[in-house]
Nanobody, 126 residues
């Protein structure tokens, strides 16, 4: 069982940056692939970024490639999402999620993720 708590959201001007953190509690955080997803009002939840259990593999949605960077620190049980060059279209609630696996892959399918955080709001003003 893993509990996930996101932080770092807020209001930022277009072109600005934010770094989201997702702190995990529970056992064996390093045995989980981690993902970031987001949901804007009136839209379905969508994949943003993912990272494999050791951090060797990352995967990004086309809409954030080159602007967002996912990373993890297994010693701190934390995964990060560095978001640069933010756009108003990035406004959403951002969720981190955990998938129990030691396959060396970064998953973009939300149905594979067993555990979810409560989300953190990111608002980008134009």
């Amino acid at each position: 069982q893993v509990q996930l708590v996101e932080s770092g959201g807020g209001l930022v001007q277009a072109g600005g940056s934010l770094r989201l953190s997702c702190a995990a509690s529970g056992r064996s955080f390093s045995n989980y692939a981690m993902g970031w997803f987001r949901q804007a009002p009136g839209k379905e939840r969508e994949f943003v970024a993912a990272i494999s259990w050791r951090g060797a593999i990352t995967n990004y949605a086309d809409s954030v490639k080159g602007r967002f960077t996912v990373s993890r620190d297994n010693a701190k049980n934390t995964v990060y999402l560095q978001m640069n060059s933010l756009k108003p279209d990035d406004t959403a609630v951002y969720y981190c999620a955990a998938h129990p696996t030691t396959w060396n892959h970064a998953y973009n399918d939300p149905t594979l993720y067993h555990y979810w955080g409560q989300g953190t709001q990111v608002t980008v003003a134009s």
